[in-house]
């Protein structure tokens, strides 16, 4: 563990000067292990409220952390351009079988939102405009987070029960389009696809993906891509010429903080008419 510990540290960049961060927030409550870091711009001007995106880590859906480089870096460019960014652990499944934490990782996922909103007045938040973020298997629970609704059966009945999950947008790093579930019918999708919830009310997505991916196939986002077209669901897909799995907002390739940070800006500030 103590290794583990010092390769996430040696892995880690440094946060920018004008961020700070609460670490180790009970947001699912105090009888879970799982905690989540904030991430908050180091001044908030005075009667001004801010947007918000949860970011939800990979590893599989049965392993990795909220305070990984990739994570980090998300947090801290978010928190360093005017949001607050609420980085989480969730329920992970048992080695390599990720099911057995469903649907529990998306109620998680799902209840993150719900504490954001919850604590709106206090962090100086606009619950209206929150969004999500995940690379890998985050991406497709960030994706999850999405497009069901209450009437899909996959929302947490507690904490905070009575508050909305939903999100006003969606970048989905490199991820999966479902969770393995096993043997099934021809033609059927599983409970745990993103395409089976698709509809044109679902929020804007931001998609991105390295042809060099030998985890998921960039094939995928591409399969994601035309799904999204036909529902009528505004999205964009951006392929990242020689980008293997599992990168973060700079990757050697290409710099994507303009491109990530002007979607949320899009999506989630308000726009002076």
């Excluded at 103590?2 to 699912?28: F, G, M, N, Q, T």
């Excluded at 799902?110 to 973020?133: C, E, F, Q, Y």
């Excluded at 059927?188 to 060099?212: C, M, Q, S, W």
Aim: charge should be positive.
């Amino acid at each position: 563990m103590k290794l583990i510990a010092l390769l996430l540290l040696a892995a880690a960049p440094a946060l920018p000067p004008d961020v700070r961060v609460e670490k180790d927030i009970s947001y699912l409550g105090p009888d879970r292990k799982e905690k989540a870091d904030l991430y908050l711009p180091a001044k908030i001007p005075a009667g001004q409220r801010i947007p918000a995106v949860v970011i939800i880590h990979g590893g599989g859906w049965v392993g990795g952390d909220k305070a990984m480089a990739r994570e980090l870096n998300i947090g801290g460019t978010l928190a360093s351009n005017g949001y607050a960014a609420l980085s989480i652990n969730y329920r992970l499944g048992a080695k390599t079988n990720g099911m057995t934490a469903w649907p529990q990782n998306l109620h998680d996922c799902k209840t993150a939102v719900r504490w954001l909103r919850v604590n709106a007045d206090r962090l100086h938040l606009d619950p209206a405009h929150i969004g999500v973020i995940g690379g890998s298997a985050g991406g497709h629970l960030s994706a999850m987070v999405g497009v069901t609704q209450p009437r899909d059966g996959l929302e947490p009945k507690e904490p905070y029960g009575d508050i909305p999950s939903s999100v006003s947008c969606v970048v989905d790093l490199y991820g999966p389009l479902y969770m393995k579930v096993g043997e099934l019918p021809a033609g059927e999708l599983p409970v745990t696809a993103v395409l089976r919830y698709l509809d044109k009310n679902d929020p804007p997505f931001l998609i991105l993906h390295g042809t060099a991916d030998t985890t998921v196939s960039v094939e995928r986002s591409r399969e994601l891509d035309a799904a999204l077209t036909k529902a009528g669901v505004a999205h964009e897909l951006v392929i990242i010429e020689g980008a293997p799995h599992t990168f973060h907002l700079q990757p050697k390739q290409r710099d994507l903080r303009p491109l990530v940070l002007g979607f949320f800006d899009k999506h989630l500030k308000k726009v002076a008419k």
